[in-house]
């Protein structure tokens, strides 16, 4: 499990630093796909489905994420982007498309629906993460700015 926590760090930091991610954020971007990766694990081996592990994870990452960015005064994306690379089904896709190359179409389409329904399940997970965030917000009162004198 601790090898599994160190590489999800630095792939969430290595993918960061490949996109230019403010140098200062890059920590807070490892320790988000990290806790989206202990997420994801924890789920899917004691407790889930790995397409409803994977919601939940992204759910998490991206709740993280807006909070971090409000701490850090950083955008979002910087953080939930690569905060969700752990989760991305790039194994699952590779093997989709070399059993296509290979023609084992049955495997194939297996595969490559596996791929997809885990990649929408990280998108679900993140429009779930923003839709409370914006309940939060439209529930919390909001300060008011008043306009000076002049």
Same mark, same amino acid.
């Given at each position: ?5 160190? $590489?999800s760090? #630095?792939?969430?930091?290595?993918? !960061? &630093? =490949?996109?230019?991610? *403010? @140098? ?24 889930f ?6 919601v939940i994870a ?15 005064? $950083?955008?979002? #994306?910087?953080?939930?982007?690569? !905060? &969700? =690379?752990?989760?991305? *089904? @790039?194994?699952?896709?590779y ?20 791929a ?33 004198k002049?």
């Open positions: 499990m601790i090898v599994q926590l160190i $590489t760090f #630095i792939a969430s930091a290595a993918f !960061g &630093i =490949i996109f230019n991610i *403010p @140098g200062r954020s890059l920590l807070q971007c490892g320790f988000v796909g990290m806790l989206g990766w202990v997420v994801y694990i924890w789920l899917s081996e004691d407790y489905d790995i397409a409803l592990a994977t992204s759910v998490v990452i991206g709740i993280i994420s807006q909070i971090f960015a409000r701490i850090y005064k $950083t955008p979002i #994306i910087v953080f939930s982007v690569a !905060g &969700i =690379i752990p989760l991305v *089904p @790039g194994g699952l896709a093997d989709a498309m070399r059993n296509f190359v290979e023609n084992d179409y049955n495997s194939a389409l297996q595969l490559a629906a596996k997809f329904l885990f990649s929408g399940a990280i998108a679900i997970g993140l429009v779930i993460s923003e839709v409370i965030n914006q309940m939060i917000r439209k529930s919390t009162p909001q300060p008011t700015v008043k306009a000076r002049q």
